[in-house]
C-alpha cells in the first residue's frame, strides 16, 4: 500500500480523480465556440485590459502558471497544485487527509495559526509542540512531542511566523524519516527571505513544501500559492479542490509578475527588504520598552514591555503591527515596509530617522514592442544589474550607474528579433523616467556636472538637471555597430534620457575607436550624473534661484 493508500481518507480515495489535462484535451480554449460551460458569451463589462475574457471559466489547474511555478522552484509540474494561497494548501491538504474525530494534525507554537484553525475546522485535534523559550526549532524534542500522537500532519513553519525561527532543512529531513506515516508539511512562505536552502527539491514521499506568491512576490491580493509534493499526493489533493480555484486574473497577473524581466527586481527587493529588516532589529534594539527583537522572512518580532501603552500610541499614528500575545506576553510582529513606512513605525518607538528621505523608485514600462522593469536608488552604489538582451548595451548602462554612484536593476524583455530600436530607446526612456522620479523635488541636489577624456578619445558630457529637456551631441562614428548597439542609436539615446528626465545633457566626442568614443560618452555622462545627483550641505536648498527645477 502506498502512503496515500495508508494515510488519506477513505472517501477521498473513493472519489473519481481529477483529470487535470481535460481542460487541454481538444481544441485550445482559445480557439474554440465555448457553449459547454454555461458562461455568459459577452465580455465583462469592466474596464482594463485584465478583464478580458473573464466571461469565461478560468482553466481548473493553469497549465502555464503551473509551469512557471515548478520552473521558479525548480520541480516538475506533476509535483505541483496551484493553489489560492498557501492557506488554500494547507486546507486541502487537511480535508485531503484527516477525518473529523479521528485524526491529529500537529504544529509547533508559537507559529501560523491557520494550521490550527483549518485542522479545527475539519474536525481534527490538534497536538501542539512547542519551540524552545528562546523561540529555538529543538528537533528532538518537536519529535517526542509529536511522535507518540501519530498525526497525519506536521507543520513546520520556516522562517516561523511569527518569530522569525529557521528550520535547519537537516532537522526536517530527519523529522520526516522519524516519522514515516506523517506528512511533514515545510511552509516556506518566507523563504525567499532566508538564508536556509529550501526543500522544494526534495519534496516527495512524506515530505511536502508549500510556497506563496504573496511574500517576496508582492501578490497577496491575488492569492496564488501551492503545494509541492509527491504526484499521488498531488492527485489527491486536487480531489479536493473546488472545480476553478484561481481566478483569471490571479492566473494573469502572477504570470506577468513572474516574466523573466521581471526577476532581477524581485530579487533586488527581496535584498532590499531583509537589509531594512536587519537595520530596524539594530535601531529597536536601542529601544528601551523592546525588551528583545527576533528577525525572519520580511518582518520582526518583539516583546515589548507595555502592548497595551503601545497598541494605543499605534493607533493615534494610524500604523498598523500584529500582536501575538499567545507567542509572548508583549509579542509584537511588526511586517518591514517602505523607508517611510518604516519611519513612521520607528518614530512611534520614539526613534527619529535622521534618514533623508529615500531616492530609490521603481517603475515598469510596458508597450507591445518591450516590457522593461528598472529600480533606481540614488543613494546606494549597489546592487547593478541590468539586462537589455543587448551586451554592450548593458556594459554601457553600467557605466553610467558605476560613473553615477547610484544603484540600478534594469531588465528588459523586446522584440529584438526585429531590430535592437525599440529596446535602446525605451529603455533609455524608462531610465530617464526613473531618474527623473528618483530625484523628486531636486532639493540639496548639485544640479550641473561635466566630465571628460579616455585614450586617445575626448568624450565630454555636460548635463544640467534643470527639468528642461533638450540634448545636443556633437560627434561622429564610422562603424555601424558596437557590440549589437547601432551606433545610430547614441545620439537617439542621450536625446531619450534627456527628455524622459527633463535634463539639458550635451555630448561632445572625438577620437579614433568607436568602442572608446560610445563608452567614453556612457562613462562621462556616469560622472556628470553623479555630480548632478550628488546631495550638497543644505537638504533643502534648491539649485536654483527660481525656485523650482
Ligand atoms: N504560511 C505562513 C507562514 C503565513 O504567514 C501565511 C500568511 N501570512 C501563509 C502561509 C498564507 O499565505 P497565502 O495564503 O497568502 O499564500
Excluded at 15 to 30: E, F, R, S, Y
Aim: contains cysteine; glycine residues 8%; charged residues 25%.
Amino acid at each position: 500500500m502506498s502512503l496515500v493508500q495508508r494515510l488519506a481518507r477513505p472517501e477521498i480515495l473513493a472519489l473519481p480523480p481529477t483529470d487535470v489535462a481535460a481542460a487541454q484535451k481538444g481544441a485550445p480554449i482559445g480557439s474554440s465556440i465555448k457553449l459547454d460551460a454555461n458562461e455568459n458569451p459577452f465580455a465583462p463589462l469592466v474596464g482594463g485590459s485584465l478583464a478580458a475574457s473573464i466571461n469565461r471559466y478560468p482553466e481548473p489547474q493553469p497549465a502555464a502558471l503551473r509551469q512557471r511555478l515548478a520552473d521558479l522552484y525548480g520541480v516538475g509540474p506533476e509535483t505541483l497544485w496551484v493553489t489560492r494561497g498557501s492557506d488554500d494548501a494547507i486546507d486541502l491538504l487537511v480535508r485531503a487527509f484527516c477525518r473529523p474525530g479521528i485524526d491529529k494534525v500537529a504544529v509547533v507554537e508559537p507559529t501560523f495559526s491557520a494550521y490550527a484553525q483549518f485542522a479545527r475546522i475539519q474536525g481534527a485535534e490538534v497536538i501542539a509542540a512547542r519551540l524552545t523559550e528562546e523561540f529555538a526549532f529543538d528537533a528532538d524534542a518537536v519529535f517526542a512531542a509529536v511522535q507518540p500522537e501519530r498525526p497525519k500532519l506536521l507543520f513546520l513553519c520556516t522562517p516561523n511566523n511569527p518569530t522569525g525561527t529557521p528550520v535547519d532543512p537537516n532537522d526536517a529531513r530527519r523529522i520526516a524519516a522519524a516519522l514515516p506515516d506523517t506528512l511533514v508539511v515545510v511552509d516556506e512562505a518566507y523563504g525567499e527571505f532566508a538564508e536556509e536552502p529550501s526543500l522544494a527539491g526534495e519534496a516527495a514521499g512524506n515530505l511536502v513544501v508549500l510556497r506563496t506568491l504573496s511574500k517576496a512576490y508582492g501578490l497577496a491580493g491575488a492569492r496564488v500559492g501551492c503545494a509541492i509534493a509527491d504526484p499521488e499526493i498531488i492527485e489527491l489533493i486536487a480531489r479536493v479542490s473546488p472545480p476553478y480555484p484561481l481566478p483569471s486574473l490571479s492566473i494573469a497577473a502572477a504570470l506577468d509578475a513572474l516574466s523573466p524581466e521581471r526577476m532581477p527586481l524581485h530579487a533586488e527587493r527581496v535584498a532590499r527588504l531583509v537589509a531594512y529588516r536587519e537595520v530596524l532589529a539594530d535601531t529597536l534594539r536601542s529601544v528601551a520598552e523592546v525588551r528583545s527583537v527576533r528577525t525572519g522572512g520580511n518582518f520582526l518580532f518583539l516583546e515589548v514591555d507595555d502592548p497595551t501603552g503601545l497598541a494605543q500610541r499605534l493607533a493615534a499614528a494610524g500604523i498598523r503591527l500584529r500582536f501575538r500575545p499567545n507567542a509572548a506576553p508583549g509579542g509584537v510582529r511588526v511586517t518591514v515596509g517602505t523607508d517611510a513606512e518604516n519611519a513612521a513605525m520607528l518614530a512611534v518607538f520614539g526613534v527619529a530617522s535622521g534618514d533623508k528621505p529615500s531616492r530609490r523608485v521603481e517603475l515598469v514600462r510596458d508597450t507591445k514592442e518591450t516590457r522593461i522593469a528598472v529600480a533606481i536608488d540614488l543613494d546606494r552604489s549597489e546592487p547593478r544589474r541590468i539586462s537589455t538582451g543587448i551586451g554592450f548595451y548593458d556594459h554601457m548602462l553600467d557605466q553610467v550607474a558605476a560613473h553615477g554612484g547610484f544603484a540600478l536593476t534594469l531588465a528588459c524583455a523586446g522584440d529584438l528579433a526585429i531590430d535592437p530600436h525599440h529596446s535602446v530607446e525605451d529603455v533609455a526612456l524608462a531610465l530617464g523616467a526613473a531618474l527623473k522620479q528618483a530625484l523628486r523635488d531636486k532639493r540639496g541636489i548639485g544640479r550641473f556636472g561635466f566630465a571628460l577624456p579616455m585614450d586617445e578619445t575626448r568624450a565630454e558630457v555636460l548635463v544640467d538637471l534643470s527639468g528642461r529637456p533638450f540634448c545636443k551631441f556633437e560627434g561622429t562614428f564610422e562603424t555601424e555597430a558596437v557590440g549589437g548597439l547601432p551606433t545610430q542609436m547614441v545620439p537617439h539615446i542621450f536625446r531619450s534620457l534627456a527628455d524622459a528626465m527633463g535634463a539639458a545633457i550635451h555630448v561632445r566626442v572625438d577620437g579614433d575607436n568607436d568602442h572608446h568614443k560610445v563608452e567614453g560618452c556612457f562613462k562621462a555622462f556616469g560622472r556628470a550624473l553623479r555630480m548632478g545627483l550628488a546631495l550638497g550641505g543644505d537638504a533643502s536648498a534648491l539649485p536654483s534661484t527660481k525656485g523650482m527645477l
